[in-house]
């Protein structure tokens, strides 16, 4: 991220004074827009993306795998936790990036830069994202009870049967599939914006919800036997350290949208060096002139 | 004896892309080496925009250069650690492969992505102290052409300048092309 921000940083340093200049100054490292800059520049983005889509995957399987790896605790020892953590990822993740851009768009009133036909890309990719992860669900939810083990078949009665399990269940169920995932089949609720940001917001509701439901009712330990079974009811503390966190990272995200800029300069301008019209018929039409 | 002549440097701003090349072409055609000049914009351009030559670099070793660096660092230091840790369970080898791969290949991302970094940071020719002769109008969309030569053959480099369309020309110290 830091490299894809040196060439705005440059542009925030010619235009800003005193403290604020030399911050950015020492921040952009000098740079000068020189050709071989700008191509360093565009081979950087290719190369680190490709370096870090695998990092991405392997941290999400580890993290997983902490959970695949504990033998004793039910509804955690599968193999298909890599996988799931992964793809999982992916879709709240993307989901709230969908969140973000709507917000962005409202209060920057970034309407020329953030589209409709964004949303709409990203909505089919989550189509997919969101198919293949629930997908995984199921397997998840199935290997337990093919197992046939006490504790598992257990666990999976109190999520489906017992109040307030089978509330957040059923909650967690619609909000991260049922309820975004056929809306999002339709062209115009991928096109509309108020619709995409209550729709992603559900699937961030809901992966919350996956990953408490993934934790909570495996630590509780619900086995055949009633007198080692335990209830979980979060402190106050523990309250306040999610709320916390979450104003944490709200109050980083509005952080960083003051200080740096949050669409790429020189993504735009090159955008606007290299757009064009091409004569179709009668009829012009915009296009642009892509490197080879 | 060679006798030594001191450099100087020269900046032509220019309002568009299309004027700047005529002025890299002027610079050609009048003997200034493609190491003399250099043209700055805030706008990627394509390649060859402005008729400047390709330069190399050697961005794509450094990957691997960070890659080498940590899969050894990884394999030293799992393997140091439960060196110096023995612990015999279930009559198995000391050194544990599975848990092993993990954390080199771990170590062996991490030092390619760090060397990416510093090699792209690198090879820009970045970080430069002093920016040198510079116009804050080219991260505005105008384009800049420094030419540093010997003295005596600045006058040149201003009238070929001045002569493609630069709207101001600065001179002063030589900053490095």
Do not use: C
């Amino acid at each position: 991220m830091f490299i894809a921000l040196i060439p705005d940083l440059a542009v925030m340093r010619d235009r800003s004074t005193g403290v604020r200049k030399q911050i950015y100054g020492f921040l952009s490292l000098g740079f000068r827009g020189t050709p071989r800059q700008w191509r360093l520049q565009a081979i950087a983005g290719i190369l680190l993306s490709a370096l870090i889509l695998p990092v991405f995957v392997s941290v999400h399987s580890i993290v997983s795998w902490d959970f695949g790896m504990a033998i004793s605790v039910a509804s955690w020892h599968t193999t298909v936790m890599a996988p799931y953590f992964v793809i999982g990822a992916v879709h709240s993740g993307v989901s709230a990036v969908v969140t973000m851009m709507a917000l962005l768009r409202w209060v920057f009133k970034w309407d020329n830069y953030i589209r409709p036909e964004h949303f709409d890309g990203l909505a089919r990719l989550l189509v997919v994202v969101g198919t293949a992860w629930f997908y995984f669900f199921i397997l998840e939810f199935l290997f337990g009870l093919y197992s046939q083990e006490s504790s598992e078949v257990t666990l999976r009665n109190m999520l489906l049967y017992e109040w307030p399990w089978n509330f957040m269940f059923i909650v967690f169920l619609l909000t991260s599939y049922f309820i975004p995932i056929p809306m999002w089949l339709f062209r115009g609720v991928r096109r509309n914006i108020l619709l995409m940001f209550l729709t992603s917001i559900l699937v961030n509701i809901g992966m919350w919800l996956e990953r408490f439901l993934i934790i909570i009712p495996g630590l509780m330990r619900k086995q055949e036997f009633t007198f080692v079974w335990a209830n979980y009811r979060p402190s106050v503390v523990e309250i306040l350290l999610v709320v916390g966190s979450f104003a944490f990272v709200a109050m980083m995200v509005l952080l960083f949208s003051k200080v740096f800029p949050l669409i790429p300069l020189f993504d735009q301008k090159e955008g606007k060096v290299l757009e064009a019209t091409t004569k179709i018929g009668r009829r012009e039409v915009p296009s642009i002139v892509r490197e080879e | 004896m060679t006798t030594f002549v001191p450099k100087k440097s020269v900046l032509g701003v220019f309002p568009d892309a299309d004027k700047a090349a005529d002025a890299v072409e002027g610079l050609q055609s009048n003997s200034f080496d493609d190491k003399e000049f250099e043209i700055m914009s805030g706008t990627p351009y394509p390649e060859g925009a402005f008729g400047e030559k390709k330069s190399s670099h050697r961005l794509y070793v450094f990957p691997f250069i960070g890659a080498a660096i940590g899969f050894t660092v990884a394999i030293l230091l799992t393997t140091a650690t439960q060196v110096s840790y023995p612990m015999v369970t279930g009559g198995k080898p000391i050194l544990s492969i599975p848990p092993m791969a993990i954390i080199t290949y771990e170590g062996t991302m991490l030092g390619a992505i760090i060397f990416t970094v510093l090699g792209i940071i690198f090879e820009s020719r970045l970080p430069r102290t002093k920016i040198g002769l510079y116009d804050e109008r080219i991260m505005e969309g105008y384009v800049g052409v420094l030419v540093t030569a010997e003295e005596d053959r600045i006058p040149v480099a201003q009238n070929v300048l001045k002569e493609a369309g630069a709207e101001s020309i600065k001179e002063g110290e030589p900053v490095g092309v």
